[in-house]
Nanobody, 115 residues
Framework: QVQVVESGGGLVQPGGSLRLSCAAS????????MGWYRQAPGKERELVAR???????NYADSVKGRFTISRDNAKNTVYLQMNSLKPEDTAVYYC?????????WGQGTQVTVSS
């Protein structure tokens, strides 16, 4: 069993920054991919960014140039640095950890961008 815990959400003004963290623990043999997803009210969950074991990254077009995903393999932790936040970034952010053949979700952390 793998446990996934996110932290770092909160309320921030437009143009501000937040850093999310996600730590995985438990029966982890090898993490293939770690990613951040978000779900806004009334919308489907969408990929924000992901990083695979070799270090390659993918970003949603809406966050390119503003968000940066990084990973500490020794700590089984992934981070999402979010800059220049916009009201449309408001959502619950979820971490997903891929330990083949499964993906494990965290409980989510709320990010609210509002003045």
């Amino acid at each position: 069993q793998v446990q996934v815990v996110e932290s770092g959400g909160g309320l921030v003004q437009p143009g501000g920054s937040l850093r999310l963290s996600c730590a995985a623990s438990g029966s982890i043999s090898r993490i293939n991919v770690m990613g951040w997803y978000r779900q806004a009210p009334g919308k489907e969950r969408e990929l924000v960014a992901r990083i695979i074991s070799g270090g390659s990254t993918n970003y949603a077009d809406s966050v390119k140039g503003r968000f940066t995903i990084s990973r500490d393999n020794a700590k089984n932790t992934v981070y999402l640095q979010m800059n220049s936040l916009k009201p449309e970034d408001t959502a619950v952010y979820y971490c997903n950890v891929g330990v083949a053949p499964y993906g494990y979700w965290g409980q989510g952390t709320q990010v609210t961008v509002s003045s």
